[in-house]
């Protein structure tokens, strides 16, 4: 019988596709490579939770926690391979060079199906999966359908908390407080910047293009306004030299998808988008 590896998260919110197996192919026709696995798991539940409420009703001071529920998510490899292969994939994936590796793999397909199902479902609010997000993680290997089932061969938990990495942003509490009294804003380009960031982690490399193109036009006009100030005129510069490359990028982006050359130009665009809202927080503008 063949083994099957897997990566397999719990996650604290419904992910938004019914619960079910969902078969991932790359081309209309051909093998499967992933089965994504979803099962909504029933944890504690309140007297009369999940019932409809078709109208208010009173509060009680200090009320006990909502009802939690948990989804889990599994994403089998649907290439069949040998014990002793599979040992050795559990052993690098649980070491410390691989671990991020394998858990970044596994999240790229998860998130294309959730992107599916977004656009699917016209609804934004669908969220993909970070690499932080899910309240436990396990890597294994089993048999066919019972490594869903939680009927593994061998598995390994990994541990959980942030990764180790820079601040996106400088002084992000400040910049909060600052936000919440009004005596900040937050720039449309500000906004642009994250949706492209995201675009690039996940690989969607046109859409990052489009939004990069974007992102640097609305920064040069929104940080016009400090242009005067040291720690931006040059950076204010430096990002007025780009437009045109981006400006290519994002039509390239239309006709299809980017050279690699294209890319690097799109990813350092973002990075100087990226390191002039630096240089803003950290002046204190």
């Not at 052993?91 to 410390?96: F, H, L, M, V």
């Not at 691989?98 to 599916?116: G, K």
């Not at 992000?172 to 009004?182: K, V």
């Not at 982006?253 to 050279?259: E, F």
């Amino acid at each position: 019988m063949g083994i099957f590896r897997f990566v397999q998260w719990e996650l604290a919110w419904p992910l938004g596709p019914d619960d079910g197996r969902y078969v991932l192919r790359d081309h209309a026709g051909g093998d499967a490579h992933h089965v994504l696995v979803v099962t909504t798991l029933e944890t504690t539940r309140r007297r009369g939770a999940g019932l409809a409420r078709r109208r208010a009703s009173p509060a009680a001071p200090e009320p006990e926690p909502a009802e939690v529920g948990i989804t889990r998510v599994t994403l089998v490899d649907a290439s069949p391979v040998e014990e002793a292969a599979a040992k050795d994939w559990l052993a690098r994936a649980t070491g410390k060079e691989d671990t991020y590796a394998v858990i970044d793999e596994a999240l790229t397909h998860l998130n294309r199906v959730l992107r599916a199902h977004r656009v699917a479902t016209a609804d934004f609010f669908v969220r993909e999966v970070g690499p932080d997000a899910a309240l436990v993680t396990r890597v294994g290997y089993g048999g066919g359908d019972h490594v869903a089932e939680g009927r593994w061969l061998e598995a390994s938990e990994l541990p959980t908390g942030k990764r180790p990495r820079r601040e996106a942003a400088l002084r992000p509490q400040e910049r909060l407080a600052a936000l919440l009294s009004a005596r900040d804003a937050v720039l449309a380009c500000e906004e642009m910047a994250l949706r492209a960031r995201g675009d690039l982690d996940l690989g969607h490399t046109r859409e990052a293009a489009l939004q990069v193109h974007l992102a640097l036009e609305a920064a040069v006009a929104e940080l016009s306004a400090w242009g005067d100030r040291p720690a931006l005129a040059a950076r204010l510069h430096d990002l007025d030299t780009r437009r045109d490359a981006l400006s290519a990028a994002a039509n390239e982006a239309l006709q299809g998808g980017l050279s690699a050359a294209t890319a690097d130009t799109v990813r350092d665009g973002l990075e100087k988008v990226e390191a002039a809202l630096r240089a803003r927080t950290a002046a204190g503008i």
